[in-house]
């Protein structure tokens, strides 16, 4: 045999021998096991997430911290690269950085600001940022009670002004900075964009199943009577990620899901009363919900309290009434040159065509667990611990009384997975 011969058959040894170990393999792992769409889900966890396990990140940590705490880390950037940074007094807000900016520190209670009144039980995770002006100046005589910000006034950075804060409680916080820290949330084109939808493309929904084989069809939300808004008419089967192009309100909702039920909505989503699930296929109880809106998240936020005979309007109390209205800023509304103002009517009026009923009208104390929530602003009336993971611009839950944990379910189960870390969270 030719030497040229010896090789040509060595050569042909070889690839019999890999086909039959290809053959082997699939017949040892069947081609139809897991889709390419499955295992990028099941891989995907965000990494800030998968790393710092927070219960809350929020840009705007006036409102939200006022006597509340926070029993996981807590993620924050008080505005920081956009113009209203620390409430910043050349941004020319109405509204400053300790009255009432939400952006800012303002007042709890007398003499304690809401940073103050909080409870860090783990660590503070902040940007690296300077604040570009001086704090004492423009404090003016919103502070009666200075002793306990005196040395806080005189801080230069983010990171000093906190330090300060903390130190002057029985258990202070660690707090860490970081080269960066984004926190935000979709806009309407980044969303559907996500969920490729071409332009022109006029489909109410769109659904992309966990396992195209063996996940089951999306059920339960349809479109209102009047068309004005998507609803649950029973209980929602869901298995993946779900696009909803409008208003969405979950009423009670019944979630039949096995690793997670992501909902994300082009307009604001209105949940109200207590979120049940009903787990599919999974022994360890993987089931969740996740929730993502271009504009607002309101949970309990009715437009009547039933505990009072006064008329009182919870919703316009948080859009419309406020003395931070001047300062409910974000960066989509930003971008449209949008002012607070007609921001707030606007979702104001939105939630004046659903038939909403608030927390006082059935239980102001539900809790929850297995949540996640986005969008650039959420809001809150029920009192109960919150065990999940809320993500947004500004927040703003029941005022001083609130309990936020990490909810360890978020570090198993595929996390938003249509959209990239840094349309939402993300730290370096």
Request: aromatic share 10%.
């Given at each position: 045999?030719?030497?040229?011969?010896?090789?040509?058959?060595?050569?042909?040894?070889?690839?019999?021998?890999?086909?039959?170990?290809?053959?082997?393999?699939?017949?040892?792992?069947?081609?139809?096991?897991?889709?390419?769409?499955?295992?990028?889900?099941e891989?995907?966890?965000?990494k800030?997430?998968?790393?710092?396990e927070?219960?809350?990140?929020?840009?705007?940590?006036?409102?939200l911290t006022?006597?509340?705490?926070?029993?996981?880390?807590?993620?924050?950037?008080?505005?920081?690269?956009?113009?209203?940074?620390?409430?910043?007094?050349?941004?020319?807000?109405?509204?400053?950085?300790?009255?009432?900016?939400?952006?800012?520190?303002?007042?709890?209670?007398?003499?304690?600001?809401?940073?103050?009144?909080?409870?860090f039980?783990?660590?503070?995770?902040?940007?690296?940022?300077?604040?570009?002006?001086?704090?004492?100046?423009?404090?003016?005589?919103?502070?009666?009670?200075?002793?306990?910000?005196?040395e806080?006034?005189?801080?230069s950075s983010?990171?000093e002004y906190?330090?300060?804060?903390?130190?002057?409680?029985?258990?202070?916080?660690?707090?860490?900075?970081?080269?960066?820290?984004?926190?935000?949330?979709?806009?309407?084109?980044?969303?559907?964009?996500?969920?490729?939808?071409?332009p022109?493309?006029?489909?109410?929904?769109?659904?992309?199943?966990?396992?195209p084989?063996?996940?089951?069809?999306?059920?339960?939300?349809?479109?209102?009577?009047?068309g004005?808004?998507?609803?649950?008419?029973?209980?929602?089967?869901c298995?993946?990620?779900?696009?909803?192009?409008?208003?969405l309100?979950?009423?009670?909702?019944?979630?039949?899901?096995?690793?997670?039920c992501?909902?994300?909505?082009?307009?604001?989503?209105?949940?109200?009363?207590?979120?049940?699930y009903?787990d599919?296929g999974?022994?360890?109880e993987?089931?969740?919900?996740q929730?993502v809106?271009?504009?607002?998240?309101?949970?309990?936020?009715g437009q009547?309290?039933?505990?009072?005979?006064?008329?009182?309007?919870?919703?316009?109390?948080?859009l419309?009434?406020?003395?931070?209205?001047?300062?409910?800023?974000?960066?989509?509304?930003?971008?449209?040159?949008?002012?607070?103002?007609?921001?707030?009517r606007?979702?104001?009026?939105?939630?004046?065509?659903?038939?909403?009923?608030?927390?006082?009208?059935?239980?102001e104390?539900?809790?929850?667990?297995?949540?996640?929530?986005?969008?650039?602003?959420i809001?809150?009336?029920y009192?109960?611990?919150?065990?999940?993971?809320?993500?947004?611009?500004?927040?703003?839950?029941?005022?001083?009384?609130?309990?936020?944990?990490?909810?360890?379910?978020?570090k198993t189960?595929?996390?938003?997975?249509v959209?990239?870390?840094?349309?939402?969270?993300?730290?370096e």
């Amino acid at each position: 045999m030719t030497r040229s011969a010896s090789i040509f058959k060595n050569i042909n040894g070889r690839i019999i021998f890999l086909i039959s170990v290809c053959l082997l393999s699939l017949s040892i792992f069947p081609k139809n096991t897991h889709s390419l769409d499955m295992i990028r889900k099941e891989a995907h966890v965000n990494k800030t997430i998968h790393n710092y396990e927070p219960a809350v990140a929020v840009r705007a940590s006036g409102c939200l911290t006022c006597h509340a705490e926070f029993s996981s880390n807590f993620i924050t950037d008080f505005g920081y690269g956009s113009p209203w940074f620390f409430a910043n007094p050349e941004s020319k807000n109405k509204v400053g950085i300790f009255n009432g900016h939400i952006y800012g520190d303002f007042i709890a209670e007398p003499g304690k600001t809401g940073w103050l009144t909080a409870q860090f039980k783990r660590q503070v995770i902040i940007p690296k940022a300077s604040v570009g002006f001086d704090i004492a100046s423009v404090s003016g005589d919103t502070l009666p009670d200075e002793s306990f910000y005196e040395e806080a006034l005189k801080a230069s950075s983010l990171g000093e002004y906190l330090r300060a804060l903390e130190r002057k409680k029985s258990g202070p916080a660690r707090v860490i900075e970081k080269k960066k820290v984004f926190i935000g949330a979709p806009d309407a084109a980044t969303l559907e964009a996500r969920f490729d939808i071409k332009p022109g493309d006029e489909a109410d929904f769109k659904y992309i199943k966990d396992d195209p084989e063996a996940s089951p069809e999306v059920e339960g939300i349809e479109s209102s009577v009047d068309g004005k808004y998507y609803t649950n008419i029973g209980e929602i089967v869901c298995d993946g990620d779900f696009l909803v192009r409008g208003t969405l309100l979950l009423n009670k909702p019944v979630i039949a899901t096995g690793r997670g039920c992501r909902i994300y909505a082009t307009g604001p989503v209105f949940l109200q009363g207590e979120i049940s699930y009903r787990d599919q296929g999974t022994p360890d109880e993987e089931g969740n919900l996740q929730i993502v809106s271009t504009e607002a998240i309101f949970l309990g936020v009715g437009q009547r309290k039933c505990d009072t005979a006064d008329e009182v309007d919870p919703m316009a109390l948080r859009l419309l009434k406020t003395p931070a209205r001047p300062s409910i800023i974000t960066r989509a509304a930003h971008r449209q040159n949008i002012p607070p103002q007609v921001l707030t009517r606007d979702l104001y009026d939105k939630a004046s065509s659903l038939p909403l009923e608030d927390s006082s009208c059935h239980d102001e104390t539900i809790a929850f667990s297995r949540l996640l929530l986005n969008a650039p602003i959420i809001n809150s009336r029920y009192s109960g611990k919150f065990k999940g993971l809320v993500i947004a611009e500004y927040a703003l839950f029941w005022q001083g009384k609130t309990d936020f944990e990490f909810d360890p379910i978020f570090k198993t189960v595929p996390v938003l997975p249509v959209l990239r870390d840094s349309d939402y969270l993300e730290i370096e």
